[in-house]
């Protein structure tokens, strides 16, 4: 090839990203240059030939031509095929299996791209979701077909949630529980019922004297950071856990029901949460009108009745208006179990959980402003469960909600404060009341019919127990005496089902101490038109 042929400039080396045809070293083969070599036939990937074909050396280091590629609406394409080849008019299996393979290789970089964005969301809200939900909390209720053994107490046929809010970093009182509701759910009947408890309650936390029960998180988490001169997260994740430990067992103290899980969410975690969604709806029942200072900021809440559209600030400042309302915090609180129902229509209505971007989105905001003890199977499960409750079988309740107004308003050396309208610290008809309205879900699945006999002695000791079993739920259909020819020495407990009602036998054997018997020994309490017969004998307390 003489000297004119080697400028030609349809000759050029064939080169793409960086990669060019040379001799092996040995001066046989083609090889490669390495990326960035310095070698002089080294090329960028625009390094190509004259646009309809490309050249590259042979083992001779000599410049070939490359036949060029021809055009497709041409009679001569049409003719040889796609890639110059032709069978009987038709592309040879070679060229079959080459495009096939050029397919798959594309739709299998689409799915790639597809299946590492969705993963990638996934993962990280996965990874964010971890940081939340870390776990501690149990509620066999959450389980299908429960074993009877898993349940303590009763009350734990459901799934009791602690919420509480607080201001958070940058307000005044950020550890401050302004907002404390129970939420608790009947997964069998698929209702639920949100029970707020006013912040001014004056409560005794035993070891911390007397205080309003929005103290209480506070002081708990306090009793470790004043014992302590170290600080960092181990200190300050010790200090929650005493926080939540001390405000959980209060709050079982007043309502007189287990608590399973609780959730914290600071002011900025609920503005976003409202904001990520969307905003919220709901039908306001009563006009608020309220200048207000909120967030820092000079704030007029001005809410007509009827139905109303909620973004996030407007949303926190609803929630927490009560000084213009008439009866303050009682409002406020209604207003919060309001807002909370809606806020879960509108995930629910979204398939946030289901939708990756918005999961991730949550998460990110919720990671810094939300302590929980769920962990992510429990919360998923919960999720599962609330998408089959109906906001209308969601019940409000309140303490101070005629006709059951069960506490009252005070004040104490200049404190204004509420207290059981029974009295300081006596909650019995708090706790019977919250029992009754939240029934066990299996104590209310089996309704078990149940006659209590006194066989002790001790007059009116059957009415007293049937006061006690009712408030707990249970369904006392008859209190008597026991048949006066037989002697009872300790408490018995007939099961006159053999076993049918396991949980409501569960809980009875619980509560009294004793293993239920299936054998009736006096035939007169055949006669009973009972599911269980309960004997007390003189050593019952």
Avoid: C
Wanted: hydrophobic share 35%.
């Amino acid at each position: 090839m003489n000297s004119n042929q080697n400028k030609d400039p349809r000759r050029r080396r064939l080169s793409i990203d960086g990669v060019s045809p040379r001799p092996s070293r040995s001066g046989g083969s083609i090889g490669f240059d390495k990326p960035g070599s310095s070698r002089p036939e080294s090329r960028k990937l625009d390094d190509f030939g004259r646009s309809e074909g490309f050249t590259a050396r042979n083992s001779s280091n000599v410049l070939i031509d490359i036949p060029k590629r021809p055009k497709f609406d041409t009679p001569e394409s049409k003719k040889r095929g796609l890639f110059g080849r032709r069978k009987h008019g038709r592309l040879d299996s070679f060229d079959k299996k080459k495009r096939r393979k050029r397919r798959l290789k594309i739709a299998a970089v689409l799915i790639l791209i597809l299946v590492t964005l969705f993963g990638f969301l996934m993962a990280k809200g996965y990874i964010n979701l971890r940081k939340i939900f870390a776990g501690g909390g149990s509620a066999a209720a959450l389980e299908e077909n429960v074993d009877p053994s898993k349940l303590r107490v009763e009350g734990d046929g459901r799934i009791n949630i602690l919420v509480l809010g607080r201001g958070g970093l940058g307000h005044e009182g950020p550890d401050l529980t302004d907002t404390i509701i129970l939420v608790s759910i009947d997964p069998i009947s698929k209702k639920a019922g949100l029970v707020s408890i006013p912040r001014d309650l004056y409560v005794s936390v035993p070891g911390e004297g007397s205080m309003k029960i929005n103290s209480v998180y506070y002081t708990g988490k306090a009793e470790v950071l004043n014992h302590t001169s170290e600080r960092g997260k181990a200190v300050e994740k010790r200090a929650q856990a005493s926080g939540f430990n001390l405000v959980e067992k209060t709050v079982e103290d007043v309502l007189g029901v287990p608590v399973h899980y609780h959730v914290m969410v600071d002011f900025s975690g609920f503005k976003e949460a409202i904001n990520t969604v969307g905003g919220v709806d709901i039908n306001v029942p009563q006009a608020v009108y309220e200048n207000m200072r909120i967030d820092g900021r000079n704030y007029t809440l001005n809410v007509k009745p009827g139905p109303h559209h909620f973004q996030g600030f407007e949303a926190l400042a609803y929630s927490r208006s009560r000084h213009t309302s008439s009866r303050g915090d009682f409002d406020r609180a209604e207003r919060q179990r309001l807002m909370i129902v809606a806020l879960k229509d509108k995930i629910l209505s979204l398939s946030t959980f289901s939708n990756p971007a918005k999961l991730s989105k949550l998460s990110d905001q919720f990671g810094n402003h939300v302590q929980t003890n769920f962990s992510t199977g429990d919360i998923t499960k919960l999720y599962e469960l609330v998408k089959t409750i109906k906001s209308s079988k969601v019940r409000s309740i309140g303490l101070s909600d005629p006709p059951n107004d069960f506490v009252t308003t005070a004040y104490m050396n200049g404190l204004s404060i509420v207290l059981p309208t029974a009295g300081l610290n006596n909650y019995d008809a708090i706790r019977y009341y919250i029992r009754t309205v939240l029934r066990d879900s299996y104590l209310n699945m089996e309704n078990a019919r149940i006659v209590i006999l006194n066989g002790s002695g001790r007059p009116g000791l059957a009415r007293d127990k049937a006061h006690e079993l009712r408030s707990y739920g249970y369904w006392v259909v008859k209190e008597d005496n026991a048949p006066a020819n037989l002697d009872y020495p300790k408490t018995t407990i007939i099961d006159m089902k053999h076993g049918d009602k396991k949980y409501t036998r569960h809980y009875l054997e619980k509560r009294f101490g004793v293993q239920a018997t299936d054998n009736v020994s006096d035939p007169a309490l055949k006669a009973y038109d009972a599911d269980f017969v309960i004997i007390l004998g003189n050593g019952n307390s």
